[in-house]
C-alpha cells in the first residue's frame, strides 16, 4: 500500500528566508500525481503545487518549488521569501496516476510558523 | 461562485444523535470524496464515489452511510453520534483520472 511521511511535524522560518519541508512516500507504482496542499487556520486545503511523476522538471508556482527525487520517493517543497500568510498546516499527498481508485493519500501534515 | 461546497459549516450536537452533512459540487467532476480530519490535524479518506458508484470504502463504522443522489452531490449521515467522531470532515471532487482534487471548507462537528 502506498504510504507518504512527513517527518517534520513543525518547522519554522525567518519572514524573507527560504524553507524546505520535506516529504517521502512508498509506492510501487510508476506512474502518479504528487502534491502540497496548504491549510491555513481557516481550515480550507489550498492547492500549492503538483508534480507528475513522469515529468523530470520539478515543478514551480512563484515562491513555491519542489524538489522531485524519484528515485529516492522524496518530494520536498520550498518556500522562497517567506512570508506571514505563509504560516499554515502543509500536506503532501499522493494519487496514483493509472491503477487502483485514484484515491488521494496524505501525509501527517508539517506547522509552519513564519516569524515576522 | 463555491466550486465545492458544505453544510453545515459548524455543527455542535449530542450524543447518540444522527446528523447529515451535505456537499455539493459544480465543477462537473465524477467522483467526490468525504475526509475525516481528526484533532492532531490526520486527514484520512472514508468514502469515495464515482458516478453514483462507491468505489472506496475505507474502514469507517457502519455508523457512518454516504449517499449519492447524482454525481454533483455526496452527502455523509451519521447515526449514534459517539464523542470520537468530533473531527473535521471534507467534502473534495475531482475527475476519475484527473490530477487535482478540490475541497470543500469543511464541516467542523462537534459531540458532546
Known amino acids: 500500500a502506498q504510504t507518504v511521511t512527513q517527518s517534520q511535524p513543525e518547522m519554522s522560518v525567518q519572514e524573507a528566508e527560504t524553507v524546505t519541508l520535506s516529504c517521502t512516500y512508498d509506492t510501487s507504482e510508476s506512474d502518479y500525481y504528487l502534491f502540497w496542499y496548504k491549510q491555513p487556520p481557516s481550515r480550507q486545503m489550498i492547492l500549492v503545487i503538483r508534480q507528475e511523476a513522469y515529468k523530470q522538471q520539478n515543478a514551480t508556482e512563484n515562491r513555491f518549488s519542489v524538489n522531485f527525487q524519484k528515485a529516492a520517493k522524496s518530494f520536498s517543497l520550498k518556500i522562497s521569501d517567506s512570508q506571514l500568510g505563509d504560516a499554515a498546516m502543509y500536506f503532501c499527498a499522493y494519487r496514483n496516476q493509472f491503477s487502483g481508485t485514484y484515491k488521494y493519500i496524505f501525509g501527517t501534515g508539517t506547522r509552519l510558523k513564519v516569524l515576522a | 461562485d463555491t466550486a465545492v461546497s458544505q453544510t453545515p459549516k459548524y455543527l455542535v450536537t449530542q450524543m447518540g444523535n444522527d446528523k447529515s452533512i451535505k456537499c455539493e459540487q459544480n465543477?462537473?467532476?465524477?467522483?467526490m470524496y468525504w475526509y475525516k480530519q481528526d484533532s492532531k490535524k490526520f486527514l484520512k479518506i472514508m468514502f469515495s464515489y464515482n458516478n453514483k458508484e462507491l468505489i472506496i470504502n475505507e474502514t469507517v463504522p457502519n455508523r457512518f452511510s454516504p449517499k449519492s443522489p447524482d454525481k454533483a452531490h455526496l452527502n455523509l449521515h451519521i447515526n449514534s453520534l459517539e464523542l470520537g467522531d468530533s473531527a473535521v470532515y471534507f467534502c473534495a471532487s475531482s475527475f476519475r483520472n484527473g490530477n487535482t482534487i478540490y475541497f470543500g471548507e469543511g464541516s467542523w462537528l462537534t459531540v458532546v
Open positions: 465543477l462537473g467532476h465524477d467522483t
